[in-house]
């Protein structure tokens, strides 16, 4: 990611003293953040660059009210369970909440609809109550195509219906060959 190099490029011209390289990743940082408005990844870097190279606490403190959270959080879009579910929903609950203590204030979802904001909050408490939804539906629907079925009625606008096919045929596949190799049904899930 262009953001976490441009963090780097400052911390290494403050540890080599280096002014005119300091002054680039200043300068470049915040004319991404300027070209990309309310993109939060792209500002935070700038505050973090800004408040490391001016000791600015305030930019610094900005910087750390974003999370990256890859695949524990998703933003609108349906979450690929299909390895999951053969070990439970637990560990990622888990994660969540080890997200959720972070305490921040945005989160960039590894999976995202790119017309939500990306309040931590709110992306937090969508990725609950998913897995809470999906592993309802996972105890009651009796086919993978009744899965699929019910998740796009609950969720009409999430993006990424092939993932949530793929889940759907990997995970009813398992279950109706138990004792069998699961990579098959995982990779076939997406065929």
């Given at each position: 990611m262009l953001e976490e190099t441009q963090a780097a490029v400052a911390r290494v011209a403050l540890a080599a003293k280096d002014e005119e390289l300091a002054q680039l990743a200043?300068?470049?940082?915040?004319?991404?953040?300027?070209?990309?408005?309310?993109?939060?990844?792209?500002?935070?870097t700038?505050?973090?660059v800004r408040g490391l190279l001016e000791a600015n606490h305030a930019d610094l403190r900005?910087?750390?009210?974003?999370?990256?959270?890859?695949d524990v959080i998703y933003n609108g879009a349906h979450l690929y369970l299909s390895e999951t579910s053969l070990a439970g929903l637990d560990n990622w609950r888990q994660a969540i909440d080890r997200v959720e203590r972070l305490g921040?204030?945005?989160?960039?979802?590894g999976h995202q609809n790119p017309k939500l904001d990306d309040d931590a909050a709110r992306t937090i408490a969508?990725?609950?109550?998913y897995l809470d939804v999906a592993e309802a539906a996972l105890n009651t629907e009796k086919t993978a195509v009744d899965y699929f079925n019910a998740m796009v009625a609950r969720y009409p606008d999430h993006l990424g219906r092939t993932v949530l096919w793929a889940t759907a045929q990997a995970v009813f596949g398992i279950r109706e060959h138990p004792g069998?190799?699961?990579?098959?049904?995982?990779?076939?899930?997406?065929?």
């Amino acid at each position: 990611m262009l953001e976490e190099t441009q963090a780097a490029v400052a911390r290494v011209a403050l540890a080599a003293k280096d002014e005119e390289l300091a002054q680039l990743a200043l300068v470049n940082s915040r004319r991404r953040a300027e070209r990309n408005p309310g993109v939060v990844s792209i500002a935070a870097t700038a505050a973090q660059v800004r408040g490391l190279l001016e000791a600015n606490h305030a930019d610094l403190r900005e910087a750390v009210e974003l999370v990256v959270a890859g695949d524990v959080i998703y933003n609108g879009a349906h979450l690929y369970l299909s390895e999951t579910s053969l070990a439970g929903l637990d560990n990622w609950r888990q994660a969540i909440d080890r997200v959720e203590r972070l305490g921040a204030r945005h989160i960039v979802a590894g999976h995202q609809n790119p017309k939500l904001d990306d309040d931590a909050a709110r992306t937090i408490a969508g990725t609950r109550e998913y897995l809470d939804v999906a592993e309802a539906a996972l105890n009651t629907e009796k086919t993978a195509v009744d899965y699929f079925n019910a998740m796009v009625a609950r969720y009409p606008d999430h993006l990424g219906r092939t993932v949530l096919w793929a889940t759907a045929q990997a995970v009813f596949g398992i279950r109706e060959h138990p004792g069998e190799d699961p990579i098959p049904f995982i990779a076939g899930g997406w065929l």
